[in-house]
C-alpha cells in the first residue's frame, strides 16, 4: 500500500455542521442509515465503533442485490480528533463482488467548517488503483444517501 498519493481525493459540502457530519461518521445509528451505495445496508447488530486513536471501526455492508454479498469493514484509527479527523487503515473482506479481492487502504477524512454553518469534508484514499473508480461512485452514492441523513439527524438523540 502506497501511502504518498492517495489514488481518491474527495471533497465535498454538505448542509450541516461539522458536528453532525462528524457524528454521522462516528455514531453507528447514523453510519447504518447512510454508508455504502444506494440500496446496501448495514445490520445495525454489526457495527462496532471504539472511536478515539488506537480504536476501531468494524462493519458488515449487505448488497441490495444479492444479501450474500457481505463485505466486512474494518479500520484501525491511527489517528481521530473528536469533530476534525478520522484517520485509519480500512481492511475490506468478507464475499465481495467478483474481481474484488479484499484490500488495505489508509483512509483520511477531515471536518472543515464552512460559511453558514455547512461543512466541507475532504476525503483522501489510498487504494489499489483498479478501485480508485469504482470506491468514488460509492462514496458518489453513500453521500447522496448521508444528504437525506443529515436532514433527520436531529430527531435521533445524542449519546
Same mark, same amino acid.
Given at each position: 500500500?502506497?501511502?504518498?498519493?492517495?489514488?481518491?481525493?474527495?471533497?465535498?459540502?454538505?448542509?450541516?455542521?461539522?458536528?453532525l457530519?462528524?457524528?454521522?461518521?462516528?455514531?453507528?445509528? =447514523?453510519?447504518?442509515?447512510?454508508?455504502?451505495?444506494?440500496?446496501?445496508?448495514?445490520?445495525?447488530?454489526?457495527?462496532?465503533f471504539d472511536v478515539?486513536?488506537?480504536g476501531?471501526?468494524r462493519?458488515?455492508?449487505v448488497?441490495a442485490?444479492?444479501?450474500?454479498?457481505?463485505? =466486512?469493514?474494518?479500520v484501525?484509527?491511527?489517528?481521530?480528533?473528536?469533530?476534525e479527523?478520522?484517520?485509519?487503515?480500512?481492511r475490506?473482506?468478507?464475499?465481495?463482488?467478483?474481481?474484488?479481492e479484499?484490500?488495505?487502504t489508509?483512509?483520511?477524512?477531515?471536518? =472543515?467548517?464552512?460559511?453558514d454553518?455547512r461543512?466541507r469534508l475532504?476525503?483522501r484514499?489510498?487504494?489499489p488503483? =483498479?478501485?480508485?473508480?469504482p470506491?468514488?461512485?460509492?462514496w458518489?452514492?453513500?453521500?447522496?444517501?448521508?444528504?437525506?441523513?443529515?436532514?433527520?439527524?436531529?430527531?435521533?438523540?445524542?449519546?
Amino acid at each position: 500500500m502506497r501511502t504518498t498519493t492517495p489514488q481518491l481525493a474527495i471533497s465535498r459540502v454538505f448542509d450541516a455542521p461539522r458536528k453532525l457530519v462528524y457524528r454521522a461518521f462516528t455514531d453507528p445509528e =447514523h453510519l447504518a442509515a447512510w454508508w455504502g451505495p444506494i440500496g446496501n445496508s448495514l445490520p445495525r447488530d454489526e457495527i462496532e465503533f471504539d472511536v478515539r486513536p488506537g480504536g476501531f471501526q468494524r462493519w458488515t455492508e449487505v448488497n441490495a442485490s444479492d444479501p450474500g454479498l457481505r463485505v =466486512h469493514v474494518h479500520v484501525d484509527l491511527t489517528d481521530v480528533v473528536d469533530g476534525e479527523l478520522i484517520d485509519g487503515i480500512m481492511r475490506v473482506s468478507g464475499r465481495l463482488q467478483e474481481g474484488v479481492e479484499p484490500f488495505e487502504t489508509r483512509l483520511r477524512i477531515e471536518f =472543515h467548517d464552512e460559511a453558514d454553518g455547512r461543512t466541507r469534508l475532504a476525503i483522501r484514499q489510498w487504494l489499489p488503483e =483498479h478501485l480508485a473508480r469504482p470506491s468514488e461512485e460509492g462514496w458518489r452514492q453513500a453521500f447522496t444517501k448521508l444528504d437525506a441523513d443529515l436532514l433527520n439527524v436531529q430527531l435521533i438523540p445524542e449519546r
